[in-house]
């Protein structure tokens, strides 16, 4: 989570939405950083809400803070995850998907309860205020990234370059239809909030 004080914004990082990319590039910039444990750098927006926003008013008018976050679609979302847990250091974990299919990684993530290897949180639960606050003030597609860039260039007056960091490994990604209806019908939640995100570029 970066927090930039005077632009009146603050990055929510969504996990496997490109943040290292986006916090190496903004981090010098940034007034607040939070980078380390995991739990401090990808805070939710409720959680952002409900113990980070108070502090910040501690320094002033932390409602006067807009939000931005990105949200990839969640098909490519559930394969960067695997590609990430098929790695080779996790071999022999529960959360490794090695000798697992990318179908039956996605088959087990439409479950109420899913193993280990599949339980990769969600990123509707992650943008959502859970007491029915709004949401993200600025929410872009993962794959809009020429518009989350014009935005960002806007909102802080600099160029910006965000160069690829943690590519995962390619592999086999193959599915079949009857388990992408499957996610598309079990976490419709998902699909719906990608889709209302910003997909065009704001500034011509």
């Not at 239809?177 to 996610?183: H, I």
């Amino acid at each position: 989570m970066l927090v930039f004080w005077k632009e009146n914004l603050v990055f929510l990082a969504v996990p496997k939405t490109g943040t290292t990319a986006i916090e190496g590039a903004l981090s010098p910039h940034a007034a607040i950083i939070f980078r380390d444990p995991p739990i401090l750098k990808h805070v939710p927006l409720y959680r952002y809400r409900r113990f980070v926003e108070p502090l910040l008013d501690k320094a002033g008018d932390a409602s006067r803070l807009e939000t931005l976050a990105v949200i990839r679609h969640p098909l490519d979302w559930l394969s960067s995850w695997y590609r990430y847990r098929h790695r080779e250091e996790l071999i022999g974990q529960p959360n490794s998907t090695r000798n697992l299919s990318f179908d039956e990684f996605v088959l087990e993530f439409c479950k109420r309860t899913p193993a280990s290897f599949a339980a990769v949180g969600s990123q509707a639960k992650f943008l959502t205020d859970t007491e029915d606050g709004p949401g993200v003030t600025h929410l872009f597609q993962y794959e809009n990234q020429r518009g989350l860039i014009a935005f960002l260039e806007n909102r802080l007056q600099r160029k910006i370059d965000l160069p690829l960091k943690n590519v995962s490994p390619k592999i086999d990604l193959s599915i079949l239809p009857s388990t992408v209806s499957k996610l598309e019908k079990s976490r419709d939640e998902e699909f719906e909030m990608w889709e209302n995100a910003a997909h065009e570029a704001p500034f011509g």
